[in-house]
């Protein structure tokens, strides 16, 4: 009778008779683990192949107008658009809206800005196609049934602007701030507008509007002091 088991009482190995305890031979096992292999490659490619195919079948835009829908100021609106046309002037040329100015084209001023979803982003560098999904908030959205916000209320009571070109995306940025951050420091404030320009040089009084509408104390550089009856900074 032929020896089937070792002295340890596992299947002895010199026996070509005697099978693992799994039931599975080694042989089964390393082939069955290539068969998997080449299934999971088989699939992977067959992935890869699959959205490429979609990604060539998708639809091009343009160069003629085509359907785009915006959210602005919670109303949608429907524009036949080129797609190479910017939110800016999608929102100043279609829309009527000229709220948000165009003075650099560059994304370098920031008073093109409005907000995406409450975030506040430059106009001129964002494709109108591009902002379709979104709530678009302009200038013009931000006042209710003509009354002024609180921070809008505070540029006017501080003086917060001149020739009042960069106003508009001044206060969209701080608007932002203040739904995120209702009571900012003067550091976050001066943060928040490092993308906005004012080339009258209003920052002390605009810094001063916004400080007053989160309730923050004035510091002493942006105090505003009142001589013979005009405020002065």
């Known amino acids: 009778m032929k020896r089937l088991f070792s002295k340890k009482g596992s299947p ?40 490429l195919e979609q990604t060539s079948t998708e639809r091009v835009y343009g160069p003629g107008p085509v359907p785009v829908i915006l959210s602005i100021n919670g109303e949608k609106q429907i524009f036949q658009l080129e797609p190479r046309v910017t939110l800016l002037e999608a929102l100043r040329t279609q829309a009527g ?4 100015k165009e003075p650099c084209d560059r994304a370098a001023c920031g008073a093109c800005t409005v907000l995406l979803d409450d975030v506040p982003v430059y106009a001129c560098s964002l494709l109108a196609i591009e902002a379709q999904g979104a709530e678009i908030t302009t200038i013009e959205g931000i006042a209710k049934d003509g009354r002024l916000t609180k921070l809008q ?15 508009p995306g001044m206060v969209m940025t701080l ?5 995120r951050n209702p009571h900012p420091t003067e550091a976050e404030v001066r943060k928040a ?4 320009l004012c080339r009258c040089g209003s920052y002390p009084r605009i810094f001063a509007a916004a400080l007053d509408t989160g309730g923050a104390p004035t510091v002493s550089k942006l105090e505003v002091i009142t001589l013979h009856d005009h405020a002065v900074a």
């Open 153 to 167: 209320q505070a540029f006017v009571q501080k003086d917060g602007l001149q020739c009042g070109y960069c106003t």
């Open 175 to 179: 608007t932002a701030l203040l739904r």
């Open 97 to 100: 809206l000229t709220g948000a």
């Open 193 to 196: 507008c490092s993308g906005n």
């Open 12 to 51: 002895a190995r010199d026996d070509p008779a005697a099978a693992p305890a799994s039931g599975v031979s080694r042989r089964d096992f390393l082939k069955g683990l290539g068969t998997t292999a080449l299934s999971a490659a088989a699939m992977s490619a067959g992935s890869v192949a699959k959205e």
